[in-house]
Nanobody, 115 residues
């Protein structure tokens, strides 16, 4: 059974930074297929960061240049570094497979950005 545990969220002011971590346990075929999603009440869940088939990071347009994604094979985690945060980044952030049938969803971690 795959388990995904997100952490690192919090409340920051606009322009601040947070680093989220997704700890992955269980039988997964590597960390390359794990991406980060976010969801707030106004929008459906969206995939904001993942890796291409060649291993390059891919981001949705409104976070490009501000977010970075990392793999830590020692911790077996996928981290999301978020810089220059904006109020519109406020959401619950989740990690999961970026394609195919998702693993069981974790609880996510809340990110709140105030102006």
């Amino acid at each position: 059974q795959v388990q995904l545990v997100e952490s690192g969220g919090g409340s920051v002011q606009a322009g601040g930074s947070l680093r989220l971590s997704c700890e992955v346990s269980g039988s997964v075929s590597g960390l390359d297929g794990i991406g980060w999603y976010r969801q707030d009440p106004r929008r459906s869940r969206e995939l904001v960061a993942r890796w291409s088939i060649l291993g390059d990071p891919i981001f949705v347009e409104d976070v490009r240049g501000r977010f970075a994604i990392f793999k830590d094979t020692v911790k077996n985690s996928v981290d999301l570094q978020m810089n220059n945060l904006r109020p519109e980044d406020t959401a619950v952030y989740f990690c999961n497979r970026d394609s195919g049938r998702p693993y069981p969803w974790g609880r996510g971690t809340q990110v709140t950005v105030s102006s």
